[in-house]
């Protein structure tokens, strides 16, 4: 029977969103605390946009240390054989990587303006597939944009020369959100009877029914015979109204009525980093976490009520479908209400030192301190805001990786100004 894995694309879907976005160290700590949680897949960014290339370079480095593992990195680009070239000439490391094409009559009416047919899509998509097969790499997914206002059979089709031409797997985009649990699980299911080849869940939350969908789509895609893969980012943070909230998707997953005693996670996720995860996306995109969010909002285990809360104190399953400390919640917080030293763009080496050995890191001389302050001042120009401790412990123990990530120069651009 197929299983269940999470593909979490904060790191691309996440960012890409308007009025939102992250540093490339922020990014980062996404991969590592997604790492941590046992998250299958991290979509780590665009391979062909030059401000991500040393980012994306750095994090396949932190894979080769090992602080990556076993988390697959993978690379979005679209379909087509020009960004394959691109994306191995920046990233040569690259080793999982999804092509995107859209493959709705509306989109290649409306996007590619008649130049375009649906054999054309299927030949673009095809090149690049072949193009990106000729590297080594080790797995690639192909994506169906737009996918629930595509024909079935042609979607079929479309899949079909996908898997004839070594796709690992296709994703399935809800990309408008348009699809209804009912719907999307009969096309999963039938891409996957019909295909025979794994299926990603790619669900939107315009209609509110982002985690609902990837839920039904995955169920689709195994009662079909084949592994479903569920994409999340962290918070739901996504285009629009976002994407299928990684937390609310995995406890859905867990505890749900009959799901997680017959559909199972094919690597397991350990639901006590929520909290930390999501707080931390939080801060870093500076979107305050609703208070009703499943599992990690201010209220979802809070009660007022008499009725509620004399229940809940006699049991709480009366009325608490699972445990705070499920999502890793419990644990009080130390706000600092007197005086604060934070780290900021123009820290200086006294406040630094004193804020490293609180969390008691010590470094070998006074080089090695000015080193590590300047490479924390320079993330703070990146975030615009005093970098959590996890951010600061990074950028200590990997100075030479935190190094990468904050070198921000335009790439093969003439000089300016000359
Ligand atoms: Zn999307």
């Given at each position: ?21 992250l ?101 673009m ?17 192909v ?31 809800d ?21 025979s ?8 939350n ?68 929520g ?27 809070a ?35 007197g ?72 790439l ?7």
């Amino acid at each position: 029977m197929g299983k269940i894995y999470i593909i979490d694309v904060t790191n691309r879907d996440g960012v890409q969103t308007a009025n939102l976005g992250l540093s490339k160290l922020e990014k980062t700590m996404i991969n590592i605390y997604l790492n941590e949680m046992g998250v299958f897949q991290s979509e780590f960014g665009f391979p062909t946009t030059k401000h991500e290339a040393f980012y994306l370079e750095a994090n396949e480095e932190l894979a080769e240390l090992g602080l990556l593992k076993p988390i697959h990195l993978s690379g979005w680009i679209r379909a087509t054989a020009d960004d394959v070239e691109t994306a191995f000439k920046l990233v040569p490391k690259l080793k999982h990587l999804n092509l995107s094409i859209s493959t709705s009559d509306q989109m290649i009416q409306g996007k590619f303006q008649g130049r375009k047919t649906r054999d054309d899509i299927i030949l673009m998509m095809v090149d690049a597939l072949e193009a990106a097969r000729s590297h080594e790499l080790e797995t690639v997914g192909v994506n169906a944009e737009d996918a629930s206002r595509t024909e079935l059979d042609f979607l079929v089709k479309f899949a079909s020369a996908a898997k004839t031409h070594g796709a690992d797997r296709v994703r399935y985009c809800d990309t408008l959100g348009y699809d209804t649990p009912f719907t999307i699980y009969d096309t999963a299911n039938a891409l996957a009877k019909h295909v025979s080849i794994p299926i990603e869940i790619h669900c939107h939350n315009d209609l509110g029914m982002a985690v609902a969908n990837s839920i039904a789509g995955a169920k689709g895609a195994i009662d079909g015979g084949q592994h479903a893969y569920i994409n999340t980012t962290v918070n739901g943070i996504g285009e629009r109204a976002g994407n299928a909230d990684l937390v609310a998707t995995v406890l859905a997953l867990a505890k749900s009525k009959g799901m997680g005693e017959e559909y199972q996670l094919g690597s397991p996720i350990d639901l006590s980093k929520g909290w930390k995860i999501a707080k931390f996306a939080s801060y870093a995109f500076g979107v305050p976490i609703p208070i009703n969010q499943p599992g990690v909002g201010a209220n979802a285990f809070a009660h007022a009520s008499g009725i509620h809360a004399d229940g809940v104190l006699k049991d709480p399953e009366n009325y608490e479908l699972y445990d705070y400390t499920d999502l890793g919640r419990g644990e009080p917080e130390f706000v600092e209400t007197g005086r604060e030293i934070c780290s900021g763009e123009y820290s200086g080496i006294s406040g630094f030192s004193h804020i490293m050995g609180q969390m008691e890191v010590e470094f070998a001389d006074s080089a090695e301190a000015e080193r590590i302050l300047t490479l924390v001042r320079y993330a703070n120009v990146a975030s615009q805001r005093p970098l959590v401790e996890d951010e600061l412990l990074f950028i200590a123990k990997y100075p030479d990786i935190a190094k990468k990530l904050l070198t921000l120069r335009p790439l093969d651009m003439p000089q300016l100004g000359t």
